[in-house]
C-alpha cells in the first residue's frame, strides 16, 4: 500500500514538472514571437516616413514579462526649429499589455530651440479604446541650456472627444535663484490645425508641427490667475498675458522678450 502511495506521488510530480516545464516552452515560444513582431511594428513606425524622423531601434528585452527596448539617436524634423534630437530614449511595457507605455531620458536636444537635461525624466502613455492616449511627463532638476531651471516638472496631456484639441496641465517648482516665487501651474487647452494621429509616424509628426494655439489659466503662488495665450506664428511662438498688475506675472515669464502683457483695469 505504501508502494503505491509513494508511486502515485511520483507520477503527480512528473506531472507537475511536465506541465510546468510546457507552459514555459509555450510562454518562451510566445514571448520570442510576439518581441520580434513588436520590433518590426517599431521600425516600421519610424521608417515610415525617414524625411522627417530617423532612429535605431535596439532589440527587445525583458524577459519573461516585459518589452523594453533602446531607441538610439532620435531626430524628428519641425517645422520652425531644428531637428529635435534624444540620443538616448528608454521604451517600456508589459509583454501581455500594449494600452500602458513608459518612456525615459534625461536629455531633449532643440525642444523648442533649447536644450533640456534631467536628472530624472518619465513619460507614461495610457491609452484608450475610443480616443487619444493620456500623457504624463515628469522630470526632477530640469535644466535649461545648462541652467538649472525647474526642480521640479510636471505636464499631463489628456484627449479630448475632437481630435485637434487636448487638455493639458503644467506645474513647475522653479528653482529659487530663478524666481523667488517658485510654484508655477497652467492650465488649458491645446489646439491643432489638424487631427492629432498616432498610428503612422509621418500623421504623428505633421500634426505636432501644426500646432495652432495654447491658451489657459496662468497661476502663480497664490496671486490672481492670468489668462494666457499662445499662438504659433511663421518662425517663432508670440505669448499674450491678461493680468490684473505685473507683478501678478512670474518674473521668469515677464523678462521673456516675445510676451505681451496686457493689464485688465
Not at 13 to 23: C, K, N, Q, S
Not at 184 to 210: D, V
Request: glycine share 4%.
Amino acid at each position: 500500500m505504501e508502494k503505491v502511495k509513494y508511486g502515485s506521488k511520483q507520477l503527480n510530480m512528473r506531472l507537475i514538472i511536465f506541465v510546468t516545464a510546457l507552459l514555459a516552452i509555450l510562454w518562451s515560444s510566445f514571448w520570442l514571437i510576439m518581441s520580434k513582431n513588436y520590433l518590426n511594428q517599431l521600425n516600421a513606425w519610424i521608417n515610415t516616413d525617414k524625411a522627417s524622423m530617423t532612429a535605431k531601434v535596439n532589440e527587445i528585452r525583458g524577459f519573461p514579462n516585459r518589452f523594453d527596448t533602446t531607441i538610439a539617436d532620435l531626430e524628428i524634423k519641425q517645422s520652425i526649429f531644428g531637428p529635435l534630437r534624444i540620443d538616448r530614449l528608454d521604451v517600456m511595457r508589459l509583454s501581455y499589455d500594449g494600452s500602458h507605455y513608459i518612456f525615459a531620458a534625461n536629455k531633449i536636444q532643440n525642444l523648442f530651440d533649447n536644450e533640456l537635461t534631467f536628472s530624472k525624466g518619465l513619460a507614461s502613455a495610457v491609452s484608450n479604446q475610443d480616443f487619444l492616449p493620456t500623457i504624463n511627463f515628469e522630470a526632477e532638476n530640469v535644466s535649461v541650456n545648462g541652467d538649472l531651471f525647474f526642480e521640479q516638472l510636471n505636464i499631463k496631456l489628456w484627449p479630448t472627444k475632437a481630435l485637434h484639441k487636448l487638455n493639458f496641465s503644467f506645474y513647475a517648482r522653479i528653482d529659487s535663484k530663478v524666481d523667488p516665487e517658485p510654484d508655477l501651474s497652467f492650465q488649458g487647452e491645446i489646439k491643432l490645425k489638424s487631427p492629432l494621429k498616432f498610428n503612422e509616424s509621418k500623421a504623428f509628426i505633421s500634426s505636432l508641427n501644426t500646432i495652432k494655439t495654447v491658451s489657459g489659466k496662468l497661476f502663480n503662488h497664490g496671486k490672481e490667475e492670468i489668462d494666457a495665450f499662445f499662438e504659433q506664428t511663421s518662425n517663432s511662438w508670440e505669448i499674450t498675458l491678461k493680468a490684473k498688475s505685473q507683478q501678478d506675472i512670474p518674473k521668469l515669464i515677464r523678462d521673456l522678450d516675445f510676451v505681451t502683457v496686457e493689464i485688465m483695469q
